[in-house]
């Protein structure tokens, strides 16, 4: 069905290829995992199927990429909307209407579909997401999560026998993510559909995957079984690195299998417990909250996103705010920066200042926001121009904000236009420039799109450093593994309403949805990383067979 013939590209401006010398066949039916670090070209590999790459991107591109027996060389990318459905990783970006419903159509109104069969697949499509609430809605006014569903189904209506996914569900909550796939996986066994997704967040993905396509860091491409490559892998989930560490011949690729081969695991870890997390000084130390909420609502029209939430964040402590899509997280986390609406309720930072109610700079030193899209607040065009930007805005000294981005992501050049720097570098700049005023409280919303694991396993380390300099911490996420590493706290937000709150194994290990791996596989013991185990089999004085 999709067959890469010797391809090598070049972006324009790039001395070395973004792929080189790519041999690739994907057959008719066969569900392909893409992996590799953060920036190795698997949004290239992706973009060359449907010929977005080169025809759209610029570059040179040598050898053939053809689809179902057509060479992208031959036809522009639109001749090929009928036979390949590719979602991006932003789905507001590739979104050219204002409804919901109006959006799932428009595809099928470009390819002639008839009306009456354009109605039968968009409410087939609302169901198959689950978002039939939301056929009215206006596009801008849903949650991230709920955008990428939509742009999902703006492609499926098409019935397209190839469909390309970056990142699919790098926005999703646990639950939504499973949908999501399982319909994916429908899509593959009963329709035949090839497809090939991208995606970070591996431990979602690699149970369905037939075939593991593998970037290796130097534009060339390895493929075969999953679990074959997945031995020697450089990017792995924790099931995997948890099955290396206990030395598991076959490695498990889901819990079910894991679960099903730890039981000489558990025996060895009964009676053990993993080592708490030092508190950090500021958190010991005391002396009241950072910042205190009290019944804060937040409205959009008529829809409450956020209902009388009280939150109290202390000096020191990392807080991970979960929940599913449209939960009221990123209009929450909006109204303690101060910028957001807020229909009632207060905010106090340092003894009573609500940063809704003073100017931008000084709000800037009471609470610091990276949002969704880190590249939003990026709008010059050059790394140095931000910085120096940031340093002039929050009164800091020059060469301020340039420090804080070489502590965070070393090397990221001076001269360089932001929006070309890779997803964690963007993330770095912007947190550099929100850490340059010096905030008592850091709020993150899904920091960790976009990075691989070691990416993520680094960005934990900031995480912690941010809450030890004394700062208090809040991370919106849907992201388990990350918030099992780095959280301190968990708070749980429904309908706008906490329904948990507590310290992050309490809150975590007692839910199916937002269990991470590990914690799935060694139930009911309390154990939420590969690290924890790690630390303590190397500590053990049972029998090595014992594993």
């Known amino acids: 069905m999709i067959r890469f013939d010797q391809v090598t590209f070049h972006y324009a401006d790039s001395a070395e290829p973004a792929l080189r010398d790519v041999g690739l066949t994907v057959e008719e039916g066969e569900l392909c995992l893409v992996t590799g670090r953060t920036g190795v070209g698997k949004s290239t590999l992706l973009g060359a199927v449907n010929g977005l790459v080169p025809h759209f991107t610029g570059g040179h591109l040598r050898g053939t990429v053809s689809v179902d027996g057509v060479r992208t060389a031959d036809r522009p990318p639109q001749e090929f909307a009928h036979l390949v459905g590719k979602v991006g990783q932003d789905p507001l970006s590739g979104f050219v209407t204002d409804t919901v419903e109006e959006e799932l159509a428009y595809r099928m109104e470009q390819l002639a579909v008839p009306p009456e069969v354009m109605r039968k697949r968009v409410e087939e499509t609302l169901d198959l997401l689950g ?16 955008q990428q569903r939509v742009a999902i189904g703006s492609v499926l209506t098409a019935h ?7 990142e699919p569900t790098s926005a999703l909550d646990p639950t939504a993510a499973e949908e999501v796939l399982a319909a994916v996986t ?15 967040r591996m431990e979602r993905v690699l149970q369905y995957a037939d075939r593991l396509v593998h970037l290796t860091g130097d534009g060339r491409v390895v493929d075969g079984d999953p679990a074959e490559l997945m031995r020697h892998a450089d990017v792995a989930p924790p099931v995997i690195r948890l099955g290396r560490l206990a030395g598991w011949d076959p490695l498990p690729l889901s819990v079910r299998d894991a679960r099903r081969t730890a039981r000489g695991l ?3 870890l009964e009676g053990r417990a993993p080592e708490p997390r030092t508190p950090s000084q500021a958190t010991v130390a005391g002396g009241g909250p950072a910042l205190a909420a ?6 959009h029209g008529s829809t409450v996103a956020v209902h009388e939430v009280d939150l109290e964040l202390a000096p020191g402590q990392v807080t991970a705010l979960m929940g599913r899509n449209g939960s009221g997280k990123s209009s929450l986390l909006w109204a303690l920066q101060g910028s957001g609406p807020r229909r009632s309720g207060s905010v106090a930072v340092r003894g009573g200042r609500d940063p809704g109610r003073v100017s931008a700079r000084e709000a800037r030193r009471l609470v610091g926001m990276v949002p969704q899209t880190a590249s939003d607040l990026l709008y010059l065009e050059r790394v ?12 800091a000294e020059p060469g301020t904000c340039r420090r804080l981005l070489d502590a965070l992501a070393p090397g990221v050049p001076g001269a360089r236009h932001p929006r070309d720097l890779s997803e964690g570098q963007q993330l770095a700049l912007v947190l550099a420039v929100q850490l340059t005023a010096a905030p008592d409280v850091v709020l993150l919303d899904e920091p960790t799109r ?5 990416a993520k396993e680094a960005f934990a380390g900031v995480v912690r450093e941010l809450a030890d300099d004394g700062r208090a911490v809040v991370v919106a996420t849907h992201d388990v593994e990350f918030t099992a590493r780095a959280a301190d706290r968990v708070v749980v937000l429904a309908e706008g309403e906490t329904v948990a709150d507590g310290p992050t194994a309490d809150v ?40």
Do not use: M, N
């Open 131 to 146: 978002i039939a609430g939301l056929r009215h809605r206006a596009l801008r006014t849903l949650s991230g999560g709920q």
């Open 160 to 166: 397209p026998r190839v469909l390309v996914l970056d």
């Open 186 to 200: 429908r899509l593959v066994h009963d329709l035949g559909t090839t497809v090939l997704v991208a995606e970070h």
């Open 266 to 268: 558990r025996a060895t």
């Open 294 to 299: 009290r019944r804060v609502t937040v409205t």
């Open 384 to 395: 140095d121009a931000e910085c120096a930007q940031a340093d002039a805005e929050s009164g």
């Open 450 to 454: 976009g990075l691989d694991y070691h």
């Open 508 to 547: 975590v290990v007692s839910s199916p949805a937002f269990a991470p791996q590990v914690a799935k596989v060694l139930s009911p013991q309390p154990w939420l990383t590969v690290e924890q185990v790690g630390r303590a089999l190397a500590d053990r004085t049972a029998p090595a067979e014992h594993v």
